[in-house]
């Protein structure tokens, strides 16, 4: 299920990123008292009460700024509250409501989004000091006092922002339910892939680069089981993205990958492997999705006995960045392979779900170091004394050390490609955590 998205806008230097960086519970915005110095959006993950939303912090907006800079800011706040479930909006208890203020309040309500009202920098204990009450004239509901330093009030603004959410019970989530983002370049079939699973047209086909603009989601159940397919816009080079909505299309197809489960890569086979293949395919690693590789337009590709063996290396070879990830060759013209397409998207998910027992994987663990020996420096030997499973999806594997700085990341290579030969782990990424013996993780 998608994590609802809560945007913090307001004027410049009424201490929005500290806000963000409170919540969050990490320092991830730069936090300066130079108006202005956060400039695009930035995201981060928060819970509360045992529900987690995605929180976007916003550069300062200046409604009739004509500088570049600053009114390329205002576009990026514009963004976030149109991907917004629910806004905050941050003003100045020291600085009282300004016709900034006013105008953006203005601005925010046209939205029809719901709209919580942060009164900053209430720093001192006691008694709700007289100039609060002041906001009241913005018309934006009973505002709420917070310290964003010291964390007084956080509490009452987070209930605020969810009582804006309306809570998806378990009820309302089928676990069986397998979530499937396709994504790729523009033009590479995406749309034509989904509309082919549904037998309907879901989404509008083209021949028109980025003809989809928003993340689309389909229910599709079927002999292979229940899966929501996400169709998603076409993900270009960023220096090409000019269009606002299609600035904004971008953030939902990356939102996209963020709540699947699967991600099938599409490349197009007439076209053959780009650079922004590998871009969009970074992406789905980054997050630790579970990856499938599909060449699409394979019907009109000329063929003879070699082509797709030839295909497959040179895709292995560009891809040696995830060599984990499946490769298969569909025409979501005319459905070829689309049943082999599920299977896989059913085994890779197991396999980005699949848990080890701590006994096998130190059993594996004492094979590969008695066949190669770990690394030394400077007469110091690398000794592992043992390896567990901290989580999955993308399987996480945490392994003690006497020294982590030996642990090359070539050897980390070597111990996941043993793991690898035993369980497989085919179409999902693998990360280690290094410690050294003594440390948490």
């Not at 082509?307 to 891809?319: A, E, G, Q, Y």
Request: glycine share 8%; with cysteine; net charge negative.
């Amino acid at each position: 299920m998608a994590k609802p998205v809560v945007a913090i806008v307001g004027r410049p230097n009424v201490g929005k990123s500290t806000l963000f960086n409170k919540l969050i519970g990490k320092r991830l915005s730069i936090v300066d008292d130079t108006p202005g110095v956060t400039r695009d959006r930035i995201y981060g993950d928060a819970e509360w009460r045992g529900r987690k939303i995605m929180l976007v912090d916003t550069g300062g907006i200046e409604p009739k700024a004509d500088d570049v800079i600053l009114s390329g800011m205002r576009d990026q706040a514009q963004l976030a509250i149109d991907t917004a479930e629910v806004i905050i909006m941050v003003v100045d208890l020291k600085s009282g409501i300004t016709a900034t203020d006013s105008e953006i309040a203005s601005m925010l309500l046209k939205s029809g989004k719901p709209i919580v009202l942060c009164v900053n920098k209430c720093d001192g204990l006691g008694d709700t000091p007289a100039e609060f009450y002041e906001f009241y004239n913005l018309g934006l509901g009973d505002p709420i006092p917070v310290s964003s330093v010291h964390g007084h009030g956080t509490g009452d603004l987070l209930d605020a922002v969810l009582e804006s959410i309306p809570e998806v019970s378990f009820d309302d989530e089928d676990e069986d339910v397998i979530n499937v983002a396709v994504i790729g370049k523009p033009n590479a079939g995406k749309s034509s892939l989904v509309n082919r699973i549904c037998g309907e047209e879901r989404s509008i086909v083209s021949d028109i680069a980025g003809t989809t603009r928003d993340a689309i989601d389909t229910f599709v159940e079927n002999k292979f089981g229940k899966y929501n397919m996400i169709d998603t816009a076409g993900l270009r080079r960023q220096s090409r993205i000019d269009d606002k909505i299609e600035k904004y299309s971008v953030l939902r197809a990356k939102m996209a990958v963020e709540r699947a489960d699967v991600c099938v890569i599409m490349i197009d086979g007439a076209e053959g492997f780009t650079e922004q293949d590998s871009k969009v395919a970074g992406l789905a690693l980054e997050q630790g999705k579970a990856c499938i590789i599909a060449v699409n337009k394979w019907d009109i590709v000329e063929k003879d006995g070699q082509t797709m063996d030839s295909f497959r290396k040179r895709l292995t070879n560009d891809f040696s960045f995830m060599s984990f990830a499946p490769i298969i060759f569909i025409s979501a013209k005319t459905g070829q392979r689309i049943d082999k397409l599920f299977e896989l998207i059913n085994f890779v998910r197991l396999q980005n779900t699949m848990r080890i027992s701590t006994g096998k994987l130190n059993d594996i663990l004492a094979d590969a170091t008695a066949r190669v020996q770990p690394p030394s420096d400077k007469g110091k030997r690398l000794k592992i004394y043992y390896i567990t499973q901290a989580s999955t999806c993308p399987p996480t594997f945490v392994c003690f050390c006497n020294n982590a700085q030996l642990f090359h990341f070539s050897y980390q290579r070597y111990i996941e490609n043993q793991i690898r030969t035993v369980f497989g782990l085919e179409g999902t990424p693998v990360r280690f955590i290094i410690r050294e013996r003594g440390e948490k993780y």
